[in-house]
Every structure is written in structure tokens, then in C-alpha cells.
């Protein structure tokens, strides 16, 4: 516990990148802060920074060493949901990486769902694309991640999957939403409002368009899917979106359908946590509620 507020400063040097910021962040002089680094340097045996002449970075052994804070530091939080079980009274905070699409709708009533019950909880959403939730939990940033098309899944311990299908989203009126069925070449017909190609959305509808023989040429590409759904009501274009982040057609600002399954294959919501990790007792009850929701979904 001795060395909690020193771990607190080595990470603030880690963020601002130079001892000066850090001690403005920190309310500290440089001169105390930079004695107190050099301080923990001695104890520990090793530096754990490189000074350079625009800042300090840390070296392999302050990697090693900011991986051990973060260890320490989710296994007091779990002790410490585990010690308040023990009053009846759970407290603690529960970190997710969820892609945007969790966002609107499902997250929001989910979290109120469940600090209804446990006001003493509180919570962080880290949005963040496939690949950035994954390192967001083998860093221990995040305690779980809700994320759509995971990329490596090596060290994802899945505790639900969810198919979603691809949804077209595109004004209301357009004749796309009076078609039999959706078909992907009939949306590359109009202008596109497509995600970036980190986003599993994308990646999907590469992979369709190549297997009939098509490019994605977007008109504007973007990291926000809160703009894909705004930008489709002011030009006659065509975005794409999972519908776990949609409202139903007729309660939301614009049309969506499924593409069909022929052409864009329906992807993977998944829910899970870093394997073989113990999460602290809120988290972990947190988790159980998201899988029991996603379940009622999937069986509408």
C-alpha cells in the first residue's frame, strides 16, 4: 500500500512524458517529483526511464515494472469489492472497451440497470476499436470488452457471442428500403458513408464487395458511427451499422435493413474478459447481467 502514491507518479510521468507536466498535474515541484522518481529508482535497483532531451519514456524494465502497477492495482480493487461483499454493501469500478455501437442504447441502460441496485459503483467506457479492446484487457485497462469482430481472440476468454447482422442504414423514403431483399450491390449504387478499416463493420463489407467483384469507394469515411447515422438524413447516401446501436426503422431518423447473408456475412458481438484473469467482484457480477441481457436480445 506504501508504494500506491508512488506508482501514481511514475504513471503520471508515463502520461504527461516529461517530469515538468507531470508535476503540474500532480500539484508537486519538479524538483519533488523528479526526487521521489529517482527515490524509487534506487529501492527498486534499476532505472526505469530513459531521460531524453524533450522527456522521459520508460525503458523494458519500466514496462515490466507499469505492468506490475497494473496487476497490483486490479487485485486490490478485487479484494477490496470482495471485503465490501462481506457488509452487503458492493463497491468498486468496472472498466469496459466496448465498440461504439454499445454506446446508445444497450450500455447506457445496462449500467443504470445495474447501479440502481449498486449506487456505490462506478464506471469507465473506453471506446475503442477491435484490436485496441483487446490490448485494453491483456493491459489490464479494461476489466471487460464488448467489442464486434474481435482480430486476435488469443488471450479473449468469450463469455457470450452475439451474431449481428450488417445493417444498411439510408433515408427514409430511399428505394432501398422497399427491395425484397437487400442486396450489397444494390447500396454500392449510392453514395457510401463507411467506417474506417479498423472497425469489424468494414472489414465485413470488404470482404463482400471483393466477393462479387466490387470496391468500396466511400464518400466519406469516418471513426464516428454517430456520424454515419446523422449523415445519411442529409444526402442521399448509404452507411452501415450493426443493429444492437440502432433504433427499430420507424423510431429512428432514418431507414436500416440487413444486408442479405449471401453477400455480407452476419459478424460477432462479443463479451469477454482476459483469460485466466480473476476480475474483481463487481466486475464480474457486471459481466454475468451483460451476458443474461445479450441472451434476452438474441432471443427476440
Known amino acids: 500500500m506504501r508504494y500506491l502514491r508512488t506508482f501514481e507518479l511514475i504513471e503520471a510521468v508515463v502520461r504527461a512524458g516529461s517530469i515538468r507536466k507531470a508535476a503540474e498535474d500532480t500539484n508537486l515541484t519538479a524538483s519533488a517529483l523528479n526526487r521521489r522518481i529517482q527515490g524509487f529508482e534506487r529501492e527498486f535497483g534499476w532505472p526505469i526511464f530513459e531521460r531524453l532531451p524533450r522527456g522521459m519514456r520508460l525503458n523494458p524494465a519500466g514496462e515490466l515494472l507499469m505492468q506490475h502497477i497494473r496487476l497490483q492495482r486490479t487485485d486490490l480493487a478485487r479484494v477490496q469489492s470482495q471485503v465490501a461483499d462481506l457488509s452487503g454493501e458492493r463497491r468498486g469500478h468496472i472498466s469496459i472497451a466496448c465498440s461504439q455501437a454499445l454506446l446508445p442504447y444497450f450500455l447506457p441502460e445496462q449500467i443504470a440497470i445495474y447501479r440502481a441496485d449498486h449506487p456505490g459503483v462506478t464506471f469507465s467506457i473506453n471506446v475503442r476499436d477491435r484490436a485496441q479492446a483487446e490490448r485494453d484487457l491483456a493491459s489490464y485497462s479494461s476489466d471487460l470488452a464488448l467489442v464486434f469482430e474481435p482480430v486476435h481472440l488469443v488471450e479473449f476468454d468469450v463469455l457470450y457471442a452475439m451474431p449481428q447482422k450488417v445493417?444498411?442504414?439510408?433515408?427514409?423514403?430511399?428505394?432501398?428500403?422497399?427491395?425484397?431483399?437487400?442486396?450489397?450491390?444494390?447500396?454500392?449504387?449510392?453514395?457510401?458513408?463507411?467506417?474506417?478499416?479498423?472497425?469489424?463493420?468494414?472489414?465485413?463489407?470488404?470482404?463482400?464487395?471483393?466477393?462479387?467483384?466490387?470496391?468500396?469507394?466511400?464518400?466519406?469515411?469516418?471513426?464516428?458511427?454517430?456520424?454515419?447515422?446523422?449523415?445519411?438524413?442529409?444526402?442521399?447516401?448509404?452507411?452501415?451499422?450493426?443493429?444492437?446501436?440502432?433504433?427499430?426503422?420507424?423510431?429512428?431518423?432514418?431507414?436500416?435493413?440487413?444486408?442479405?447473408?449471401?453477400?455480407?456475412?452476419?459478424?460477432?458481438?462479443?463479451?469477454?474478459?482476459?483469460?485466466?484473469?480473476?476480475?474483481?467482484?463487481?466486475?464480474?457480477?457486471?459481466?454475468?447481467?451483460?451476458?443474461?441481457?445479450?441472451?434476452?436480445?438474441?432471443?427476440?
Open 167 to 300: 445493417h444498411a442504414v439510408f433515408p427514409h423514403g430511399s428505394p432501398l428500403a422497399t427491395k425484397p431483399t437487400l442486396r450489397l450491390r444494390d447500396c454500392l449504387n449510392y453514395r457510401l458513408v463507411l467506417p474506417t478499416a479498423a472497425y469489424g463493420v468494414r472489414n465485413l463489407l470488404e470482404l463482400g464487395a471483393t466477393s462479387i467483384g466490387r470496391t468500396l469507394t466511400p464518400t466519406l469515411e469516418t471513426e464516428s458511427f454517430d456520424l454515419i447515422r446523422h449523415y445519411v438524413t442529409q444526402e442521399n447516401a448509404v452507411g452501415f451499422q450493426i443493429p444492437i446501436g440502432l433504433k427499430p426503422p420507424e423510431q429512428a431518423d432514418f431507414g436500416h435493413r440487413p444486408l442479405a447473408e449471401r453477400d455480407v456475412r452476419p459478424g460477432q458481438l462479443l463479451l469477454g474478459q482476459m483469460k485466466g484473469r480473476a476480475l474483481p467482484v463487481a466486475s464480474s457480477k457486471f459481466g454475468q447481467q451483460l451476458v443474461a441481457a445479450l441472451e434476452a436480445l438474441a432471443a427476440r
